[in-house]
């Protein structure tokens, strides 16, 4: 154990300190943060002025939204199905539908659309809302301590107000409004509009396992080649046995993407915070002079107050934009999809690494890889093309046994599971069928690795590598 | 005896590598492992190491079964050898003499007690790959003896050396069999072979053919033969007409003759000189000793006969 431990750590230090894995580092982020932050960028800048008509069953509202230069709203009196019908035959529309509640405090709204809406706009109105429901909440909560406590209170006393601006009230009042955007097809079909991001994150989380894969399997694959050309490899298994060598090998190289892996999610999430703030400055500027006026306007309130009341609210009302993309996204799903990922990414490579191993023992350089690359990568590269049709239709029997056979599950099961698609004891099934693949390829790998490792000059085959595979140990 | 094996066979398929060797190595000597390329030396280095194991019969390390405990008991520089090229001498000699079993700080103090004594301490932070072929194989020597193991198996130690560095090495190899270490040296270097071994085993397409102490096989290989040379007397080599006495060679130039006799067995070498003193003035006499060189050409070949005969 002490000896795979140390093969371990010179594989992961080498590797490390390499210039190819520091650059790759600093690139990755650069590239994966401009994947995040491009789009909600561009989704801020419409080009055509975006038309809203608002149904708004409450009459809160309406009159707190104001046109900008993106949005004009437009209030429409009909129901909600009316209102869809018509806006539907014209094309190119959004309608922001607030339904009535009983208790008469809204805490959710809908948009219709053709088209996805942006974060800016889902921001706004939910912060409009939230704002005013906010108020609301306050006014009465202000009532109902005056009227328990203070039977002779007369407006503007200034003590008496503070007193009343307690943790419990502000806690009471904070509110967030969820809009739900449903995405109205063609034809009248709704989906609901959280699917684009499962499917993107469904997406991403599968390419990533594709690429971690090929990635740091070549560099297990090159790590053998190496071994052997240079010729230190007889000299290692006289003290080691060519399995801790292998496994030491494979470990330390998942240690190394992990490690990668990690700094990329720091520094991407380092980036986006920063270049976040910063284009949520411009946004800024017309929410913050909007609230102590609209606050202000009730006049119950005294300067206090209004000072408070910002301060405990604007991080919730604004939000962050980029956290816009999970709000509809469920939190337990969003757990299971990170469990799943980090499972699916770590033995999809171990099962991997493995044959990537196998292949680097049977040739004597990178350029007689060919032939034996081609059966692992097929199943691999057919993965990550199926994964699009999966996405169109996860419950399809293709995506079925594709998410059960170890060699593709990794990047199929991702896409069921941020889609929530796969039932649990297909799950469990999957998982278990990939350990019983990663212990399989990893035995028929060591096998070949062993004879491998000693055979120079011969170019080997399919056939070669079947007998060595029938070696006694 | 250090190492045993007994009746080892070794196939990889149809192919039979080793077919039922077994070898004696005793403590503290120099053992030749002689053959011919792909008699199945290296495949027995290999078993002995632990790289793989026998298909049939067993190894004996210090009269136990080889147990991987034995490991750092054993040094091994193979005869296809290299070092991470990428990585920093000291670094990587560090680490090889670690997978042995040496801790990090029992390591460093050794290693720099060499690299001290080969005056190389200045390639401690060297890349591998800055250094000349000859540099990397003071290395690699140094990595396998660091550990002091009890047996040592060098295959082509003095290939890409120098000659001033094969002096070195060869003082080196010998200082540690002073020291007590076995080592089995596996070569085709037959002069290297006269001057280093104390025993040898020859193995011939997967058999051992020829086993024992170099003297021994020295004797049995003798043939009774002498090389007398003498100076004439009246311009032509004496012939030599003694029933029994055999002319195996006569070479005349310039009033000189070298001629090599082989004598019956109940005949010596006073019998020769008795017959010749006479005739011819003596300028040298000697027994002619079979070279190694000899004894494996002939063994192997004779060997071959036989197969081909057989077959």
Known sequence: MNKIFLIIQREYLTKVRKKSFIIMT????????????????????????????????TG????????????????VITNLQQAKDTLMKKGDYMLLFIPATQLNIPDNAVIYSDKQPTFNLRDYISGVMSRELEKLKLGAEIRKEILKNTPGYLPGNDTATEDLMSETILKNIQTNVKIITIKTEEGGVERKSNTPVSMGIGLVASMMIYMFIFMFGAQVMRGVIEEKTSRIIEVIISSVRPFQLMMGKIIGVALVGLTQFLLWIAFTFLIITVSQAAFQKENKKTTQIEQPKSIGQDGVLSNEAVQVVPKQVTPEADGDSFNGIFDDFPYDILVKVLVAFFFYFLFGYLLYAALFAAIGSAVDNDADTQQFMLPVTVPLILSIVVAQTVIQNPGSPLAFWMSMIPFTSPVIMMVRISMDTAPMWQIVLSIGLLVLGFLGTTWLASKIYRTGILMYGKKSNYRELWKWIRYKG | ?????????????????????????????IFGLLGPNGA???????????????DEGEVLFDGKRLHPENIPMIGYLPEERGLYKKMKVGEQALYLAQLKGLSHHEAKLRLKKWFEKFEIQGWWDKKV?????????????????VHEPKLLIFDEPFSGFDPINVNLLRDEILELRKKGSTIIFSTHNMASVEELCDNIALINKAEKILDGSVKDIKRKYFTNSYQLQYRDIDGTPYQLNEPGFEI????????????????????????????????VSVIAFNEVIPSMNDIFISTVNAVNANHILES
Do not use: W
């Not at chain 1, 809160?60 to 209030?75: G, H």
């Not at chain 2, 080892?8 to 077919?19: C, D, R, S």
């Open chain 1, 26 to 57: 600093i690139l990755g982020p650069i590239l994966m943060a401009s994947i995040f932050v491009l789009p909600a960028y561009l989704a801020t800048r419409h080009d055509d002025k975006q038309v809203v008509s608002v149904l708004d069953e």
């Open chain 1, 60 to 75: 809160l509202f309406f009159a707190k939204f104001e046109n900008n230069d993106n949005y004009t709203f437009v209030p």
């Open chain 2, 1 to 29: 005896m250090i190492l045993i094996a007994n009746s080892v066979t070794k196939k990889f398929g149809e192919f039979t590598a080793l077919n039922k060797v077994s070898i004696e190595v005793p403590d503290n000597c």
């Open chain 2, 40 to 54: 199945g030396k290296t495949t027995l280095i290999r078993i002995i190491n632990q790289i793989t194991g026998p």
């Open chain 2, 129 to 145: 790959e800055e250094l000349s072929k000859g540099m990397q194989q003071k290395i690699q020597f140094v990595v396998t003896v």
């Open chain 2, 248 to 279: 195996l060679s006569s070479v005349y130039d310039e009033g000189v003759c070298t001629a090599t006799y082989r004598l019956p067995a109940s005949k010596g070498p006073n019998d020769l000189l008795e017959v010749m003193l006479p005739k």
